[in-house]
């Protein structure tokens, strides 16, 4: 088990992962359509789609923390 400091980057790995995962097979498949190699194209894709996502993970993250922040409406505090 990793220490708690490091849940964000555990995180931004894991989830980059599973996107660049579906994302890849996605668009291998949209792309090139199913052949006898679609397996092997697709785990290529998505080794360089995983390098790609997860550092862009760390640059987009804030932005988007950011950006949902003024989308979302909160309740305002009534002073006492």
Same mark, same amino acid.
């Given at each position: %088990?990793?220490?708690?400091? *490091? &849940?964000? +980057? =555990? *995180?931004?790995?894991?989830?980059?992962?599973? %996107?660049?995962?579906? %994302?890849?097979? =996605?668009?291998?498949?949209? !792309?090139?359509?199913?052949?006898?190699?679609? +397996?092997?194209?697709?785990?290529?894709?998505?080794?360089?789609?995983?390098?790609?996502?997860?550092?862009? +993970?760390? +640059?987009?993250?804030?932005?988007? #923390? #950011?950006?949902?922040?003024?989308?979302?409406?909160?309740? &305002?505090?009534?002073? !006492?």
């Amino acid at each position: %088990m990793f220490p708690a400091k *490091f &849940q964000p +980057v =555990i *995180f931004a790995f894991i989830m980059s992962g599973f %996107m660049a995962f579906l %994302m890849s097979g =996605i668009l291998t498949f949209i !792309n090139l359509g199913w052949f006898s190699d679609f +397996v092997t194209a697709w785990l290529k894709a998505y080794l360089y789609a995983h390098a790609c996502a997860f550092p862009l +993970v760390f +640059v987009f993250a804030p932005l988007s #923390r #950011r950006l949902s922040a003024r989308l979302i409406k909160t309740p &305002q505090l009534s002073g !006492n």
